[in-house]
Each structure stands twice: as C-alpha cells, then as structure tokens.
Nanobody, 124 residues
Framework: QVQLVESGGGLVQAGGSLRLSCAASGRTFSQYAMGWFRQAPGKEREFVAHIDWNGGSAYYADSVKDRFTISRDNVKNTVYLQMNSLKPEDTAVYYC?????????????????WGQGTQVTVSS
C-alpha cells in the first residue's frame, strides 16, 4: 500500500509555471507506475500524464503535450509535474495516483491509490 501527498499548487498568471510534487510513503514506490489527473468544477476527472516505474516512459494528454513534463525520483519517493505555459483552462484540482503495475495508464480506474489533490488556478 502507498499513501500520496501532493503539494505545489497555487495561483499563477497565464503563461506562468508551477511544479507539483507528490510524495509517496512506503518502500515499494518503484514498483508503481504513477499518474497525474485533474478535475475542474463540474467536469469529470481527466488524465494529464503518466510515467512508468523507472521513469523510462511517459505519456501525455494532447492538451498538455509540450507544456507539461512528468518525472520521478525513486530515491526520494516523489513524482513531479512541471507545468509551463499555463492556460486558464488548466485550472483544476490536480491529483497524483499510483498504479500497481510497472506501466501507466490514462484510465483513472487503473489506479488504486490517490492523493488528496492540490488546487491550481491560472488567471487570465
């Protein structure tokens, strides 16, 4: 089992950057693929990015490709989401999630463990 705690959200102007962090408890972090998802008010939770167990492979939603970068540090038990060129439509609560598999998935149903979320607000 793994517990996840996100941090790094906040208010930023359009065009700005933020880096989200997700710290995981437990000694088996490297056995999990990790994902980032987001949920805006009145909308369903949507996929943002996922990364495999050793960081060798990452996949992005089209809406964030070339602007966001997911990475992980298996020594620090942390996964990151670097967000650049932020847009007002990126405003949402961002969640990290862990999947009990070496490879990630864009489906939130494939992830058993979730953090509490961190708010990202992008002003125009």
């Amino acid at each position: 089992q793994v517990q996840l705690v996100e941090s790094g959200g906040g208010l930023v102007q359009a065009g700005g950057s933020l880096r989200l962090s997700c710290a995981a408890s437990g000694r088996t972090f490297s056995q999990y693929a990790m994902g980032w998802f987001r949920q805006a008010p009145g909308k369903e939770r949507e996929f943002v990015a996922h990364i495999d167990w050793n960081g060798g492979s990452a996949y992005y939603a089209d809406s964030v490709k070339d602007r966001f970068t997911i990475s992980r540090d298996n020594v620090k038990n942390t996964v990151y989401l670097q967000m650049n060129s932020l847009k007002p439509e990126d405003t949402a609560v961002y969640y990290c999630a862990a999947r009990s598999s070496p490879g990630g998935s864009p489906s939130p149903l494939q992830y058993a463990y979730w953090g509490q979320g961190t708010q990202v607000t992008v002003s125009s």
